[in-house]
């Protein structure tokens, strides 16, 4: 098993940047894939970034290509989300997710391990 603790989140003006943290433990990190959900107040859950076991590839909704950038550093068993640009739109609960099996799913069903979620609130 892994625990996953999510760090970082809060309020930012639009136009505006924060930097995600997710800290895993227990397991060793580099055998998960991992990614970033976010839920936002009445909507479902929906697909951030994934980025596979070794960082070499990495995945985004739409909504935030050229805006987010998915990163890990395996020896410091922690995966992170640059979030620039911020748009009230990106007001949301963020979760970190990590799965041994997926390739870097945008399938919320695809991930076992999930963090209790951080809260990012962008002003207009």
């Known amino acids: 098993q892994v625990q996953l603790v999510e760090s970082g989140g809060g309020l930012v003006q639009a136009g505006g940047s924060l930097r995600l943290s997710c800290a895993a433990s227990?397991?060793?990190?580099?055998?998960?894939?991992m990614a970033w959900f976010r839920q936002a107040p009445g909507k479902e859950r929906e697909f951030v970034a994934a980025?596979?076991?070794?960082?070499?590839?990495?995945y985004y909704a739409d909504s935030v290509k050229g805006r987010f950038t998915i990163s890990r550093d395996n020896a410091k068993n922690t995966m992170y989300l640059q979030m620039n640009s911020l748009k009230p739109e990106d007001t949301a609960v963020y979760y970190c997710?990590?799965?041994?099996?997926?390739?870097?799913?945008?399938?919320?069903?695809?991930?076992?391990?999930w963090g209790q979620g951080t809260q990012v609130t962008v002003s207009s």
């Open positions: 997710a990590a799965d041994r099996y997926t390739g870097g799913s945008h399938l919320e069903g695809d991930y076992v391990y």
């Open positions: 227990g397991r060793t990190f580099s055998i998960y894939a």
């Open positions: 980025i596979t076991r070794s960082g070499g590839n990495t």
